[in-house]
């Protein structure tokens, strides 16, 4: 364990461990704590460098060592549940340590962010650009956009915004310089050769309305996968964007207890 990781522990059993996206902080999963502490002990993280997780001095702000030290920060084994950039971490981790984990969720992520013009659904990749200039004039508000732009088009958008707002600002923000590198990563990182790869039991929840990582990209990701991970099927969540555990904690749920509890019974 690494203790400049913070972390928030609730419930018994099977570990499960949540981790946000960028910009944010473990504030983001309220929603759906009681539910999830239900089904395992549920371990919250900052991921290392945002909120009350402060990245280390004198280390590299990379992708390499942000996955390092998470890792680091994670139980002995767990479900692993990433959303966004966290799915991103949390995908890499699974490829790279299988052994350590039950299971992978991977929640409106995916295993390369920006689009291609007709070969990959994604980010429009002067989104990003923009976003890392506007960046070092106005973080706070940059992240503002970003937090809208997560819930363009839920039912309940506006609603949505202002509560993670005031999750986002109970804690410490993270630094130019983690946001920027993060904006890097979510750029350039790229784990789609790497899929074959996988070997831990994997579900995939995605926002039918999502503007960031567009429902297309599921079946672009089924290609990608080995055949004995394909006999579970990507989670369309209807009515939600980027954020199904908030635009719908109980069908998030509903998705994810099953799963889970599968898993669980082949352990």
């Known amino acids: 364990m690494v203790a400049s990781v913070w972390r928030a522990v609730r419930g018994t059993g099977t570990d499960i461990v949540v981790l946000h996206g960028w ?3 473990a504030n983001i999963w309220t929603p759906v704590v009681e539910p999830l502490a239900r089904e395992g002990r549920l371990h919250r993280l900052d991921l290392p460098g945002y909120g009350d997780s402060q990245w280390p001095d004198n280390c590299e702000l ?17 479900h692993l549940i990433g959303w966004s950039l966290g799915g991103l971490v949390a995908t890499q981790l699974a490829l790279s340590h299988p052994e350590r984990f039950h299971s992978l969720t991977t929640v409106a992520s995916s295993p390369y962010f920006p689009a291609q013009e007709d070969s990959w659904p994604g980010i429009e990749p002067h989104i990003l650009n ?14 503002e956009r970003f937090l809208a732009l997560q819930s363009l088009g839920s039912p309940h958008a506006r609603d949505d915004v202002k509560q993670i707002k005031e999750w986002l600002f109970a804690k410490p923000m993270a630094s130019v310089e983690v946001l920027d590198a993060g904006l890097d990563m979510l750029a350039t990182v790229d784990l789609r050769q790497q899929l074959k790869n996988l070997q831990v039991p994997l579900l995939r929840i995605y926002g039918r309305l999502d503007a960031l990582v567009p429902v297309a990209v599921a ?6 996968l080995p055949a004995k991970l ?6 369309i969540a209807p009515h939600c964007s980027h954020a199904p555990f908030i635009s719908d904690a ?15 019974n082949q352990i």
């Open 230 to 235: 394909t006999t579970q099927q990507p989670v």
């Open 219 to 224: 079946e672009q990701v089924t290609q990608l």
């Open 130 to 143: 923009t976003f890392a200039k506007q960046l070092s004039k106005d973080f706070k508000r940059t992240v």
């Open 62 to 78: 990379s992708f390499e060592n942000l996955c390092r030290l998470t890792l680091e920060a994670l139980p002995e084994k767990c």
């Open 23 to 25: 910009g944010l902080n």
């Open 250 to 264: 109980a069908g998030f749920i509903a998705a994810l207890k099953p799963f889970l509890q599968q898993v669980n």
